[in-house]
């Protein structure tokens, strides 16, 4: 199959992992940084722990040496979040729901409950990547591309992972 003729209704599979690659190439070219999204997060609990308890956290020892600042993994996720809904809109797949079928049918209709259990998941995600050093979009992407024997340790463990919680929760 010809990636210039993917003829699905969302982008080109193949196309957009090109250009995964080559930003991954641009950005150790420009900033000498891996793609990353994790300590994005830090920084934000960083501004959030300044404004709730300021002298708390400014005892801690991971904010000394990292104080919280808007750098450019902030404009990379706000990025992602625009991009995938371009993506979602230009390539036919945008959809205005708030659950999707399949959450639907194994466990009801409740917005509230999708809310709870993403919550949860983004927390546990969070705490496991700052874990393991990176996220997925840090260890799966730049770490990989540098053949970084962790990051395939922790992508294999990534899905692993996945796999095993969708088939706990959707029973398959």
């Known amino acids: 199959m010809d990636a210039r003729d993917y003829a699905g209704p969302a982008w080109s599979p193949y196309l957009a992992g090109a250009g995964i690659g080559v930003l991954s190439w641009l950005t150790f070219y420009f900033s000498d940084k891996p793609i990353g999204a994790s300590s994005f ?11 709730i308890a ?4 400014a ?18 996720v706000i990025s992602i979040i625009v991009g995938g809904a371009l993506a979602a809109v230009t390539g036919g797949e945008f959809t205005n729901e708030w659950l999707s079928p399949l959450w639907t049918e194994r466990f009801g209709d ?5 809310a709870a259990v993403a919550f949860a998941g983004g927390l546990i995600m ?18 990989t591309l540098q ?5 395939w340790i ?19």
């Open 41 to 51: 997060y830090a920084h934000l609990a960083g501004f959030l722990g300044k404004l």
């Open 54 to 57: 300021p002298r708390h956290t």
């Open 59 to 76: 005892s801690l020892v991971y904010f000394k040496d990292n104080p919280p600042r808007v750098g450019w993994q902030a404009v990379f």
């Open 110 to 114: 409740s917005i509230t409950l999708r």
């Open 126 to 143: 969070a705490f496991g990547a700052r874990l393991a050093g990176g996220c997925t979009s840090g260890h799966g992407i730049s770490g």
């Open 147 to 151: 053949l970084n024997l962790a990051s």
């Open 154 to 172: 922790a992508v294999i463990c990534f899905f692993i992972g996945g796999i095993a919680v969708a088939m706990l929760l959707f029973k398959w």
